[in-house]
């Protein structure tokens, strides 16, 4: 039998932990009552967990058991580090040295270009990842024990599973409205939203931090750290600042001016790719709808536990059109020349993701427009389903449960292809070269 080439092992393992995952949820098990989970909505929750998206058909908290939440975080803890992470992790464990074709899959599922010392990184990533995850664990508990009446255990229990699904970027919440009973309170939003930003930044960006905040090591702080870091603070600025002047007299009115700048903040970073929310996304306002759907088109960082574009592929793309205005044949940026390689790849996930977006929003609209819950502004909240799913943010304005059949199937393929679609396709076209001993004459054709 051929052998799996990278690309194909990373989508691979992903399916088959979705296949796992739903097969876990579907038993009797995994249900408070006890009745099994139909076949659509196991396969669905275990699809939006894995792919780390947070869209739900049933209400996690009220609907799962504990066994259920612990497969649910399972898989969006597999989903967020990266299920061939985890694979090297074992293989570590057990005293085997990785192959090469191992070191392959880690170094292009985690955006990395040296192959050496990758066991020493991996081992780095999830120390980092389980050492984040357990202080944010133990600053929800400790402000929870302090305004709650909740039993120890149910503050345990709640304080990992939205520390694991925040640095996820998951969205998954235990709490039937997300976090909208905590708008107010600032230690738990920042505790939340830096564990949002930490976990969307990407390993690579997390490990070169010290380096980039000291002066006699900035300028040796890589390109794609501070790309990174530039598009993360812009787009978290610029989303808070839409948010409050749009939402102040709309969702946010009755909220102080606190509220209103906490809200802000909190769902400028979580549209990106969380999927967590302090106010009703149902009742947003349409332009409010149409800029977090430009916020989760872009979504997190290479290398991270988000999806979307990332935002290194956005500023290339942003390099790219400036360096056209501006008539210049190279595109740079912080005074380094982009390989055109870069470019080339950036462009074909641009175009691929949008082409998919296109296609998968006027089959959700085919097949869903005689849902009556789709009158009200039927176009954009399915628009609005089909980004967030792609981005795998897990933001929605209501739909989900209400979804077809073929409406879920369509949104689970979506979920699956922005987690691992836009990445594959950059292993693809850097692992698969076309070799070729000819050319063909060049001719021009008009544009524009």
């Given at each position: 039998?051929k052998k799996l080439?990278?690309?194909?092992?990373?989508?691979?393992?992903?399916?088959?932990?979705?296949?796992?995952?739903?097969?876990?949820?579907?038993?009797?098990?995994?249900?408070?009552?006890?009745?099994?989970?139909?076949?659509?909505?196991?396969?669905?929750?275990?699809?939006?967990?894995?792919?780390?998206?947070?869209?739900?058909?049933?209400?996690?908290?009220?609907?799962?058991?504990?066994?259920?939440?612990?497969?649910?975080?399972?898989?969006?803890?597999?989903?967020?580090?990266?299920?061939?992470?985890?694979?090297?992790?074992?293989?570590?464990?057990?005293?085997?040295?990785?192959?090469?074709?191992?070191?392959?899959?880690?170094?292009?599922?985690?955006?990395?270009?040296?192959?050496?010392?990758?066991?020493?990184?991996?081992?780095?990533?999830?120390?980092?990842?389980?050492?984040?995850?357990?202080?944010?664990?133990?600053?929800?508990?400790?402000?929870?024990?302090?305004?709650?009446?909740?039993?120890?255990?149910?503050?345990?229990?709640?304080?990992?599973?939205?520390?694991?699904?925040?640095?996820?970027?998951?969205?998954?919440?235990?709490?039937?409205?997300?976090?909208?009973?905590?708008?107010?309170?600032?230690?738990?939003?920042?505790?939340?939203?830096s564990l949002i930003?930490?976990?969307?930044?990407?390993?690579?960006?997390?490990?070169?931090?010290?380096?980039?905040?000291?002066?006699?090591?900035?300028?040796?702080?890589?390109?794609?750290?501070?790309?990174?870091?530039?598009?993360?603070?812009?787009?978290?600025?610029?989303?808070?600042?839409?948010?409050?002047?749009?939402e102040k007299n709309?969702?946010?009115?009755?909220?102080?001016?606190?509220?209103?700048?906490?809200?802000?903040?909190?769902?400028?970073?979580?549209?990106?790719?969380?999927?967590?929310?302090?106010?009703?996304?149902?009742?947003?306002?349409?332009?409010?709808?149409?800029?977090?759907?430009?916020?989760?088109?872009?979504?997190?960082?290479?290398?991270?536990?988000?999806?979307?574009?990332?935002?290194?592929?956005?500023?290339?793309?942003?390099?790219?059109?400036?360096?056209?205005?501006?008539?210049?044949?190279?595109?740079?940026?912080?005074?380094?020349?982009?390989?055109?390689?870069?470019?080339?790849?950036?462009?074909?996930?641009?175009?691929?993701?949008?082409?998919?977006?296109?296609?998968?929003?006027?089959?959700?609209?085919?097949?869903?427009?005689?849902?009556?819950?789709?009158?009200?502004?039927?176009?954009?909240?399915?628009?609005?389903?089909?980004?967030?799913?792609?981005?795998?943010?897990?933001?929605?304005?209501?739909?989900?449960?209400?979804?077809?059949?073929?409406?879920?199937?369509?949104?689970?393929?979506?979920?699956?292809?922005?987690?691992?679609?836009?990445?594959?396709?950059?292993?693809?076209?850097?692992?698969?070269?076309?070799?070729?001993?000819?050319?063909?004459?060049?001719?021009?054709?008009?544009?524009?």
């Amino acid at each position: 039998m051929k052998k799996l080439n990278p690309p194909q092992i990373v989508v691979v393992s992903f399916l088959f932990a979705i296949l796992i995952g739903a097969t876990l949820l579907s038993m009797p098990l995994s249900s408070q009552s006890g009745e099994r989970t139909s076949l659509i909505d196991s396969l669905f929750t275990a699809t939006s967990a894995t792919c780390v998206t947070g869209l739900i058909v049933r209400n996690t908290g009220a609907y799962f058991s504990w066994f259920g939440k612990l497969v649910i975080l399972v898989l969006f803890q597999m989903g967020g580090l990266g299920i061939m992470t985890f694979s090297t992790l074992f293989a570590i464990l057990l005293g085997r040295k990785l192959t090469i074709r191992e070191d392959v899959v880690i170094q292009r599922t985690m955006i990395q270009n040296k192959l050496q010392n990758l066991a020493t990184l991996i081992k780095y990533i999830l120390l980092i990842a389980f050492g984040i995850e357990l202080a944010g664990a133990a600053c929800l508990a400790l402000r929870w024990a302090n305004i709650t009446d909740w039993s120890i255990g149910r503050i345990l229990i709640n304080s990992v599973f939205h520390s694991v699904s925040a640095f996820c970027n998951a969205g998954f919440s235990l709490f039937p409205r997300s976090f909208s009973s905590f708008s107010a309170d600032l230690y738990i939003n920042l505790t939340v939203v830096s564990l949002i930003v930490i976990g969307g930044i990407g390993f690579v960006v997390i490990l070169e931090l010290p380096r980039f905040f000291k002066r006699k090591t900035f300028h040796r702080t890589s390109i794609q750290t501070k790309v990174v870091l530039t598009m993360t603070v812009s787009l978290i600025l610029i989303g808070a600042a839409v948010f409050f002047f749009v939402e102040k007299n709309n969702t946010m009115l009755h909220l102080s001016v606190k509220e209103k700048v906490l809200a802000s903040f909190f769902q400028s970073v979580a549209a990106r790719t969380a999927g967590f929310n302090t106010v009703n996304i149902g009742k947003l306002a349409a332009p409010t709808l149409y800029f977090f759907i430009f916020l989760m088109f872009i979504g997190a960082s290479p290398g991270s536990t988000g999806g979307g574009i990332k935002t290194c592929t956005f500023g290339v793309v942003l390099a790219t059109a400036f360096s056209m205005l501006k008539n210049r044949d190279r595109v740079s940026m912080f005074k380094k020349v982009i390989p055109k390689s870069i470019v080339r790849n950036s462009m074909a996930i641009l175009f691929l993701a949008l082409g998919w977006i296109f296609v998968a929003t006027f089959l959700l609209a085919l097949t869903e427009y005689r849902n009556a819950i789709f009158s009200d502004n039927f176009f954009l909240r399915a628009f609005f389903e089909v980004v967030s799913a792609f981005g795998t943010v897990g933001l929605s304005t209501g739909i989900t449960s209400t979804l077809s059949a073929l409406g879920k199937i369509i949104i689970m393929c979506t979920m699956f292809i922005g987690r691992v679609g836009p990445l594959t396709l950059v292993m693809a076209i850097a692992l698969q070269r076309e070799r070729i001993g000819y050319a063909y004459p060049e001719e021009k054709i008009m544009i524009g």
